[in-house]
């Protein structure tokens, strides 16, 4: 990864922070800066990462710089309210996605995600593109049936609600990090379990948001539940099959980041449905849910596909995990609410970030062999299947 492009993510991902705080200076009823928040991390930094980590090249690709000029367009007209060309940008994304996907994996049609043979880092791999390129089309007929034609009304399903799930992909694919640097040789058991994590977190998640839009109290607890045991078995999976390279300390750091995301996700289930349910309480611990969500899971992954060439770095070090930690679970969510937090809290992440994409290393011949293996396995496959 060239200085040019860690310019371009630090500056994205630092004024992707900025716009959750710039409600003290601009009422949101004037201007939500929410939708730059959110777009700028999720899609833009997010969704980038993605495709130069499908690609695999050490410079960004045409294919991807076009991704990133349009998702920073798609992004913008979101946020200006300018529907007509927002309704036409996801589509072109949503291409390049696909076009990426099926130059990677060979395949039209997903046929790998149901292959016992394939390995489950693939699998994560694969989802991810799948999920956002299935988000970028979904995209179009949201907004015009929000909008234009008002065809379908659930109070749920709005579209800044529907923007979240622009985190998805960027989840999925820290999921698939995670599992490419575990140990190969495993036991029948633990294969059939890392197979059922899969599945088990791309349908859960898909079945919880159901349930949301339903507004079914039991069945999300249960859910939620369910995806907190499955975060928890591929935390002790990680520690016990992890291979001891240098960034483990920080993605176990970032699956300890999402254990805290699934209790307070189920914390304010809980909440909502309760006589407890005031501003005064469900503020604060959303904040700290989407915090924790997307700056504290989500960069662990990230950060580690976008220095994946580049390793050993210092990404195990006490003073960056702490870093981490106090600006996600402290400063941010204070500075939602206090405007003296929020500016420590940006400059605490700006230095976080420039530790996480600039500090030099020699490259890691063992995370390099690894993360190859992972996206190009043996040639010795079975008959028929094509990656």
């Not at 040789?185 to 294969?191: D, I, K, N, S």
């Not at 176990?252 to 254990?259: N, P, Q, R, V």
Request: one cysteine or more.
């Amino acid at each position: 990864m060239n200085w040019q492009f860690k310019t371009i993510l630090v500056a994205m991902m630092t004024t992707a922070l900025a716009c959750g705080f710039l409600h003290h200076l601009v009422p949101p009823a004037a201007i939500n800066f929410e939708r730059l928040h959110i777009f700028l991390f999720n899609l833009c930094s997010g969704g980038t990462l993605l495709m130069y980590y499908t690609e695999g090249r050490p410079v960004l690709t045409r294919r991807t710089l076009l991704f990133l000029t349009l998702a920073l367009a798609f992004s913008i007209c979101a946020f200006m309210q300018w529907y007509l060309l927002a309704t036409i940008i996801p589509l072109p994304l949503a291409w390049l996605v696909e076009r990426a996907r099926i130059d990677h994996f060979g395949s039209l049609l997903p046929r790998a995600l149901f292959d016992r043979h394939e390995p489950v880092a693939r699998k994560f791999h694969q989802a991810a593109l799948l999920c956002l390129s299935c988000g970028l089309v979904l995209s179009s007929p949201v907004i015009c049936n929000s909008i234009y034609l008002h065809w379908f009304a659930i109070e749920k399903l709005r579209l800044d609600t529907f923007f979240l799930g622009f985190s998805f992909p960027v989840s999925l694919i820290s999921m698939s990090v995670i599992f490419s640097l575990m140990k190969k040789e495993a036991l029948p058991l633990t294969r059939v379990l890392k197979e059922a994590a899969f599945w088990t977190v791309n349908l859960g998640v898909i079945v919880f948001f159901g349930f949301i839009l339903a507004g079914m109290f039991t069945s999300q607890v249960a859910i939620a539940s369910l995806l907190f045991v499955t975060v928890a078995y591929i935390f002790f999976l990680y520690w016990h099959e992890g291979i001891p390279l240098q960034q483990k300390a920080y993605l176990t750091s970032g699956i300890l980041f999402l254990l805290v995301t699934s209790l307070t996700g189920i914390s304010y289930i809980l909440l909502s449905f309760s006589s407890w349910y005031t501003p005064e309480i469900s503020h604060p611990l959303l904040r700290l849910h989407a915090f924790t969500a997307l700056y504290g899971w989500n960069l662990s992954g990230l950060a580690v596909i976008g220095r994946h060439g580049d390793f050993p770095l210092q990404l195990h070090s006490r003073q960056v995990i702490l870093l981490h930690w106090l600006t996600v679970l402290v400063l941010c969510p204070l500075g939602y609410f206090q405007p003296v937090f929020a500016v420590l809290a940006v400059l605490a992440y700006t230095w976080l970030l420039l530790r996480l994409f600039f500090i030099q290393g020699a490259v890691d011949r063992q995370l390099t062999a690894v993360r190859d293996q992972s996206l190009h396995p043996d040639p010795v496959l079975p008959p028929g299947r094509t990656g």
